[in-house]
Each structure stands twice: as C-alpha cells, then as structure tokens.
C-alpha cells in the first residue's frame, strides 16, 4: 500500500506541474489530467502481468506513469521532444511505450477499445497467457466501437478487460443526461452476458483486487471482464474548462473523495512520513521537468519520418 501510495502522489504532482507549465504557455495542444482518478490508474495497472498490454485514453498520464514509463520520457512527450515516449510526435493525448505494454493513448474516445479487442484476439490465437486492457470513460459506452468491441470479445471468448473510469460526466454531460444506466454502468456488459465487476475507484486496495479478478479470469480462457471503476474527476475536462455545467457543490464533493487523503488515512501517516513520500515526488517531477525542458527539439525534416498511409 505505500508503494501504491507513491505512485500515486507522482502521478498527482506530475499533473499539477504539468497543468502550471501548461498555463504558462509553455506546452503545445490540450492537456487533460486525471486529478481525483490516480487509484484506477494505479491499481489497475500494479495488477498487470510483464507481458499485459493496454489502450489507454485523451487522459492517459496516470496509466502511463503507473505501468512504468519514466517521467522523463512522458514529460518529454508533453514538451514535444525528441526524448520523449512517442519521440516528441504525440504530445499529452497519444503517450505510447510498446515495451512496457503501452499500445497507444487515444484521442478518439473510446478508439483504443477495438484495438484491444484485436490484441486479445491475437493472444488467444497465439494461446498466449497475456491479457489486453482498455481503459476508457463513462461517455465512451455510448460510441459504437465499444458495443461492437464488447460484443465480439464476449463472442470470440478473448482474454480482454474493459476498465470504465466513470466518473459520471462523459467530458461535460451528466450520466443522467447520457445513459438510462448511469448510476449502475457494470449494466452494459449485460447486454453481451459478459461478466462484470463494480468497484470504488477511490479504494486502491479495492481496484487492485478487483483489477487482478479480472485478469485472472481472462487470462484463464474465460472470456472478457468488464469492470466499472466509479471514480471522481476533482478538475475539469481539459485545463482551461469553466465547468460551467457543473456546480460548486459537486466539485466540493469530489474533493471530499481524494483517494490519496483515502490511503494515507488508512495507512496511518503521520505528516512527517507522508512528507517524506511527498518530497520524493516533488523531486522526480522537478528532474523530470529539467530534463524535458533541455530536451532535443525535432527538425522540421523529422515530419514526414514515421508517417505510412
């Protein structure tokens, strides 16, 4: 559980840091950050094995520090750099890092969703012991892909997990204004007799147990798991939203619901420790920062490189 929790106080100053570097003009594109979310990212992902591969989503910082990316090469990424893990070309929302399982961030939502149907399918063929991991929000269950996804993983028995991050606002629309099961969204996987979890998305503990449930099964031939991860979202969509759609209250609440405030109470932490643990952070995401901003910027020749049609 400390590990966990260091994990997660990374991920957290890693995106706070990037969102003051983005408000101060110095990254390129959008930014989105998963504030509130680090207990999904984290406890999915500690429960993967070495040869598990996941997609990941237009908020994919968290998932990609947790399964191991060094934050160099994400902050790199960020600054557009050629050190970074997509070689400067990708930025915040299309982090990839094939070797630690990392199949690709993705700004479509819910594109990485047929990815990972395929990558399963390509497991099960192989009769390899890996599982494929999609990671993907609330609003995405309401996109064609992932009905189609779903439907041929729980037909064709692919040792895939479905991970819904619902944090209940599809970007900047309510669940009740999107989904007739947006208070239960573990309901879509009936519509294909998956097998499904629902789980506090604030409980690390809670989300590694029910993450490693999950990849057991499938990686025993039973077939796809779906698992829906209730989660807050304590910012707005992107930095710079008004969240006008949302009330002062809500984002209160979410507050309220900090999973590492969570762990750091069940572990007992007196503010010395977790200090320390905090210090930590801090300096792996200020080197992290040096580095990216001393990074190798790409010649305008480098464009073309790496690009097929």
Known sequence: MRDFLREML?????????????????????????????????????????????ASTHRAHGHTLARGTHPNAVMAELYGKIEGCSHGYGGSMHLYDVERGNLGANAVVGGGLPAITGAALAFKLRKEPR?????????????????????????????????????????????????????DMSKRALAFDMRSIKVDGQ??????????????????????????????????????????????EDREEAAEHDPITRLR????????????????????????????QNGTDPQPEDALKDVYA
């Open 203 to 248: 409980d690390v503990e809670a989300v590694f147990d029910a993450a490693h449930e999950a990849l057991e099964f499938a990686r025993s031939g039973e077939g796809p798991v779906f698992v829906d991860v209730e989660t807050y979202r304590m910012h707005g969509h992107y930095i710079g939203d008004p969240q006008v759609y949302r009330s002062k």
């Open 10 to 54: 990374l991920i957290r100053r890693f995106e706070e840091m990037v969102e003051e570097r983005f408000r101060a003009g110095e990254l390129p594109g959008f930014l989105h950050v998963a504030i509130g979310q680090e207990a999904v990212a984290v406890g999915v992902c500690q429960a993967m094995d070495d040869g598990d591969v996941f």
């Open 265 to 292: 109470e069940r572990l007992g932490l007196d503010d010395e420790e977790f200090d320390s643990f905090d210090a930590q952070a801090h300096e792996v995401v200020d080197a992290a920062l040096e580095f990216a």
């Open 131 to 183: 599982v494929a991991i999609a990671f993907f929000g609330d609003g995405a269950t309401n996109i064609g892909t992932f009905h189609e996804s779903l439907n041929l993983a729980q037909l064709w028995q692919v040792p895939a997990v479905f991970v819904c991050e619902n944090n209940h606002w599809a970007e900047s629309t309510p669940g009740w204004q999107h989904s007739p099961v947006w208070d």
